[in-house]
């Protein structure tokens, strides 16, 4: 649902503003060429169509995931003030293996998140407003897929008291 929210982000304007990062790839940033030099040839491509537009989504899985990473899917095409750019990476989507990005390493790592949005099944997102969400698992304490974007103008849900790592 989180991923679906986000890929509506295609029709919005990229702010230029830095967004996360992370294995060299930023979205609004990096091309499909830079992913390909640094990863190599994804373990599956596809092209789907997104509001109208078309658009390109390497998965990189198995032998062919970074280190760490069970899937690591990309997503290109961004639509921003210069007009369609098909070859930018719009979405990056890590799905970590167990205990790789803990939530304290996460905070350690891109500092502390600017909301927290509570789901009912226990678990729980991190948010970012320069574009990065965590989905921490049920007992909040292990991330379970984390999507980088662009910056977001986001309205963020009120947080009663920062995460602690």
Known sequence: MTRL?????LALLAVPAA??????????VTTADRVRERYGEPSKE???????????QWVYEGDRAPP???RMTVDFGLLTAGGYKPNLVRLLTLE?????????TVIQGWG?????????DGSSTLIWKDG????LDKEGSDSVSMI???????TLPASPAAPKP
Do not use: N
């Open 46 to 56: 596809s092209r789907p169509k997104v509001e109208g537009y078309d658009t390109l």
């Open 112 to 120: 502390i998140p600017d909301g927290v949005a509570e789901h009912k």
């Open 132 to 135: 990065l969400l965590v989905l």
């Open 68 to 70: 760490g990473i069970v």
């Open 19 to 28: 967004a996360s990062d992370w294995g060299g790839i930023q979205p609004g």
């Open 5 to 9: 929210a986000l890929l509506l982000a």
């Open 96 to 104: 970590p293996k167990p205990l790789m990005f803990g939530k304290g």
């Open 148 to 154: 980088f974007s662009v910056p977001q103008p986001l």
